[in-house]
């Protein structure tokens, strides 16, 4: 083999190797992104029915309900315009508590969104961005609380 | 009044720091001496005025001064003081600050330490220094200023976030603002010279220890964090591929890489360029680091308080720190070409792959903390990556870069020749693939085949380190520091790899509900779930549950995991209970009260977990070790005969 030969041998080992990379990365990729959806995009039908995806807002007042003595738990979540019943069964973060935010991940199963993770902030004024910015889309009706998407 | 006199202090260190950049860049390019004598006084001007600043704060907070905004935020009068003194950098505006001192911290180090060096290019150096310290004071001062009164002022105060009390918290933030920081100090010397359009190998030996001992903090400062969010946060758990950590993450990665070029670079003169652009990508991850988690852009589970305004400073400073040294780099690189070639299995080849490795692992990183900002900034939908993105490319690079440093530790300089090693690579491999299946699958049963790799590839560099300094112990040579760094920094990273690798595939985890006096199986062992009963502390009260681990049904140890609720910010928070071994840790956190009798809890056994941090701080020793060696204070003498002709003949 020359050293021509050679070296277009190796180039062409580079190229099918880094397609190669690319494309399982891509993949790998794509595989793990996890798309956010509120309440009212998910009533209006935009969310994946067979996809894990990332469920952002806030924790209807009064709506907890937990079955004593186990770890299953059944919530509404809110963006005032729209709600949604979530279930659950596992520990629950420090700070999730009734009108606070919070980011769940799971998938639809009819109408429950079934979470196997729910992540809450160490901040009791936080407030998911997404569901801050959907209530800065469309004020909700005067009773709930002003946004605040800050920390202090 | 001592407030305002921190404020006025801070305000003076700014306009010393645009002096120090004024004096030490135009002076340097003017040559003129008059002007770069200037830099060292108003570096030391600067050093005091902030650490003024800094007392003045801290007086603030010990004395309770709750008309301090600052201090009213994030102190409270029941705070014990050592965490009065570490609420300092509980939040952002007092990080600020502690970063802007740490960065005068450094300059002034480099000011006393770099006397020996060449007039003008000292000059330069601490002229970029100036450049930084400006931005920094600057930004405290107009977007978060720490010493703002509050009038009237409050009764008392809202108390430091109860996850930050805590006392590896307590010292995370400055050592990893220590690290963050020194890659300044690196970033500078890379600027330098550029501007004087010269690098050689002395310029790498002059840099290399400060980028090491930067690395050094580094390490151990993303240590602590991870350390502390696993017994504090009440997961369990090293990492979580946060945002947050992964901001550190990147810095440190890139930091990584260039500690190696700048090994090339000093020993064979090659790389240079390569090495520039890695020392303004550190800094500027670095510099990234804190937009990201201080902009309040990210979605995560601890990014605190964030403002949008300080974001858009910072993203400002960022383009002109990184946007300025690229320009530079693109007028001057050409002039810095490395002549000296090398083989592929040369020791300067491994360096390469080890640089291209750790580049890839900056990438695979760097995609997933920011993507979902582009997509954000693009309009796009709202996404976020799951871990699960890293933990199916990272261990990967991971596995391959620690066998290339097992192979690439046997290369020499320059030319290929690793058959010479043939015996040592094929004992440490053999090593490596026969201990780590006996200690996987002996010790801990089937698991993850990933993690038998990692495994044996982390048996199988640890034994390929020792090779060298025993030999070399043997046959009674000396040992210098570089030599004993570097084998325990790879050491460490053996062993960190070992870790994680048992970590992923053999941990237990259980989340269950349980009444007194009721078991959950973990294993080998058994966790008896045995009381409950209320708790009080300083400024808290909780509860403390009482769980007896059980092997073949005798109690080994007995754990006391905690609730608590911090009084003033009305806010929970779980204290794990944890028992660490040699091979394990035995982790119980409390959950909630569900009702029944029963109580939510987190039951975990993992195996090798504080062997992750044990790691990080050998790897921190082996580079403290190697930055120290001798040949560095020599280089630093011989500079300083070379350059004073009437002493030459004395040394």
Redesign the interface.
């Known amino acids: 083999m020359t050293a021509r030969q050679k070296r277009m041998l190796l180039v062409a080992g580079i190229v099918v190797g880094v397609s190669l990379a690319v494309l399982l990365v891509t993949k790998g990729f794509m595989g793990n992104v996890m798309y956010s959806y509120n309440p009212t995009e998910i009533a209006e039908g935009k969310a994946p029915p067979d996809r894990r995806f990332r469920l952002a807002g806030m924790v209807e007042k009064g709506s907890i309900d937990k079955t004593p003595g186990t770890l299953d738990v059944k919530f509404l979540v809110t963006d005032y315009r729209h709600t949604l019943h979530v279930k659950y069964s596992g520990i629950l973060p420090d700070l999730f508590r009734d009108g606070q935010g919070v980011i769940a991940h799971g998938r639809m199963h009819g109408d429950t969104f079934v979470a196997d993770e729910i992540l809450a902030k160490h901040d009791e004024k936080y407030m998911p961005p997404e569901v801050a910015k959907a209530l800065k889309d469309n004020p909700p009706p005067p009773n709930v609380p002003s946004v605040n998407s800050r920390g202090t | 009044m001592i407030p305002e006199l921190g404020h006025f202090a801070l305000i003076l260190a700014l306009v010393l720091t645009a002096a120090q950049a004024v004096f030490g860049l135009v002076g340097a390019h003017r040559n003129d001496p008059r002007w770069q004598a200037a830099v060292r006084p108003a570096i030391a001007g600067q050093f005091v005025l902030t650490t003024t600043a800094m007392a003045a704060l801290i007086w603030a907070f010990v004395n309770f001064d709750f008309s301090v905004l600052y201090v009213a935020?994030n102190s409270n009068s029941a705070l014990p003081t050592f965490y009065r003194v570490a609420a300092l950098w509980g939040a952002h505006e007092g990080s600020l600050l502690l970063w802007a001192w740490i960065l005068s911290l450094w300059t002034l180090a480099v000011a006393i330490f770099s006397r020996n060096l060449p007039v003008t290019f000292a000059s330069r150096v601490m002229g970029v220094l100036g450049i930084v310290s400006f931005g920094f004071l600057l930004f405290a001062l107009v977007t978060s200023n720490p010493f703002e009164r509050i009038i009237p002022a409050p009764a008392d105060g809202?108390d430091l976030?109860p996850?930050l009390q805590d006392p590896a918290l307590a010292i995370h933030p400055p050592l990893l603002y220590t690290g963050y920081v020194g890659f300044a100090v690196a970033y500078a010397f890379a600027c330098a010279a550029m501007l004087e359009g010269k690098l050689d190998q002395t310029w790498a030996r002059w840099t290399r220890p400060w980028t090491t001992f930067a690395w050094c903090f580094l390490s151990i400062g993303i240590a602590l964090g991870s350390w502390w969010a696993y017994y504090e946060l009440?997961w369990g758990g090293y990492w979580f591929w946060d945002p947050v950590e992964n901001a550190s993450f990147m810095p440190w990665l890139a930091g990584t890489a260039l500690i190696h070029s700048l090994a090339v670079t000093e020993k064979r003169g090659l790389f240079k360029s390569w090495t520039l652009l890695l020392a303004i990508l550190a800094f500027s991850l670095s510099l990234l680091g804190t937009f990201l988690v201080r902009s309040?852009v990210l979605?995560s589970?601890?990014s605190?308080?964030?403002?949008p305004a300080r974001g858009k400073f910072i993203l400002w400073s960022l383009i002109v720190m990184i946007g300025g040294a690229l320009t530079l780099y693109s007028v001057r690189a050409r002039t810095l070409k490395s002549n000296a070639g090398f083989e592929g299995t040369s020791r300067d080849a491994f360096l390469l792959y080890n640089n291209i490795l750790l580049v890839l692992a900056t990438i695979v990183v760097f995609?997933?903390t920011l993507?979902p900002l582009v997509n954000d900034a693009l309009g796009l939908?709202?996404?976020?990556?799951?871990s699960?993105?890293f933990t199916?490319?990272f261990p990967w690079i991971a596995i391959a870069l620690v066998a290339l440093v097992a192979i690439g530790i046997h290369a020499h300089w320059k030319r290929g020749r690793l058959g010479d090693s043939r015996n040592r690579l094929l004992i440490g491999l053999a090593a490596g693939v026969v201990l780590g299946a006996i200690v996987f699958y002996g010790a801990y049963g089937p698991g993850k085949l990933l993690s038998l790799a990692g495994i044996c590839v982390g048996i199988w560099l640890i034994v390929s380190s020792l090779f060298d300094p025993v030999d070399r112990w043997r046959r009674k040579l000396t040992l210098s520091r570089a030599v004993i760094g570097m084998t325990l920094a790879h050491i460490g990273l053996g062993i960190g790899v070992i870790a994680i690798s048992t970590v992923e595939s053999h941990t237990i985890e259980r989340?269950?509900?349980l009444?007194p006096g009721e078991v959950v199986a973990m294993g080998s062992y058994a966790y008896r779930f045995d009381k409950i009963e209320p708790v009080e502390g300083p400024n808290y009260d909780g509860v403390r549950a009482e769980v007896t681990v059980l092997r073949d049904g005798r109690p080994v140890t007995v754990l006391h995991p905690e609730k608590r609720n911090y009084w003033v910010?009305?806010?929970?928070?779980?204290e794990a209970g944890i028992e660490a071994r040699w091979n394990m840790d035995l982790f119980v956190a409390l959950?909630?009260d569900?009702?029944?009798?029963?109580w939510?809890v987190?039951a975990q056994m993992r195996p090798l977990i504080h062997y992750v941090w044990f790691a990080a701080f050998l790897m921190a020793l082996g580079g403290a070790l190697a930055a120290s060696d001798k040949r560095y204070r020599q280089a630093a003498r011989a500079t300083e005969a070379a350059t004073a002709p009437n002493q030459a003949g004395a040394s």
């Not at chain 2, 939908?381 to 799951?386: A, F, M, Q």
């Not at chain 2, 910010?569 to 779980?574: C, D, I, L, V």
């Open positions: 935020s809202r976030n996850v009440g309040g979605v589970v601890h605190f308080a964030a403002d995609i997933g993507a939908s709202t996404i976020s990556v799951g699960g993105w199916l490319s989340d269950v509900a009444a910010q009305r806010s929970t928070m779980t959950g909630e569900l009702g029944a009798g029963r939510s987190r």
